[in-house]
């Protein structure tokens, strides 16, 4: 009986160099993915388009709609001033400074006039600015001044008898906010009304 031959070492080589050889030839080439360069569209800053002053006709049209709802949704109400209904001027002792200047002042309170808001508008001039000023002053009020460079006039008040009062002087208008009772909270809410009414009474143009 004749033994098995075993294959020779050479014969072992080629065929595994075969096997390699037809295994790279089977295997398909990968192709490089193709990289997509996503677009990047720069965001254009918005036109910081001027504004102008417009005065507002009425005490009803001072504040945002929705603000001046909240000022009369309590106990307070347009008691004087135009749109009120009443003939009476909003200080017993004659016009506004402001509507000396052909502004307008309201008068909003309760029945008994124990709280009130006296919120006032006016064109400003260049000319009547100076003398606006000395009377802001006369009336020993606190000068400050706004990130942009607003002049302001305040006093924070208190709960007895003096009222928080609060005064932006832009170019091209005056505005005076007075809460009486006075105290902090009231002259945030003075600020806070006069920041209204400047974004409600200023248009863009163009």
């Known amino acids: 009986m004749r033994a098995a031959r075993r294959p020779t070492p050479s014969l072992v080589a080629g065929l595994g160099i075969l096997a390699l050889v037809t295994a790279c030839q089977a295997a398909p080439e990968e192709e490089p993915e193709e990289v997509v360069e996503e677009e990047v569209v720069a965001e254009e800053p918005e036109e910081d388009l001027p504004r102008i002053f417009a005065l507002p006709g009425s005490c009803r049209e001072i504040l945002p709609l929705e603000r001046f709802d909240q000022l009369v949704?309590?106990?307070?109400?347009?008691l004087r001033g135009p749109g009120s209904g009443s003939t009476e001027s909003v200080y017993p002792e004659g016009p506004s400074p402001q509507e000396e200047r052909g502004g307008i002042s309201c008068l909003f309170a309760n029945a008994d006039e124990t709280e009130t808001y006296t919120i006032s508008i006016a064109p400003m001039t260049q000319a009547s600015r100076a003398e606006v000023i000395d009377g802001l002053l006369d009336q020993q009020?606190?000068?400050?001044?706004?990130?942009?460079?607003v002049l302001t006039y305040w006093i924070q008040g208190d709960q007895a008898t003096v009222p928080a009062i609060y005064n932006a002087l832009y170019d091209d208008a005056w505005y005076e906010v007075l809460i009486f009772p006075g105290g902090r909270i009231a002259y945030e809410q003075s600020e806070s009304l006069v920041a209204q009414m400047r974004d409600h009474t200023t248009v863009v143009v163009g």
């Not at 949704?73 to 347009?78: M, Q, R």
């Not at 009020?141 to 460079?149: E, S, V």
């Open 141 to 149: 009020l606190n000068p400050g001044q706004t990130a942009d460079g």
């Open 73 to 78: 949704a309590g106990d307070l109400d347009l």
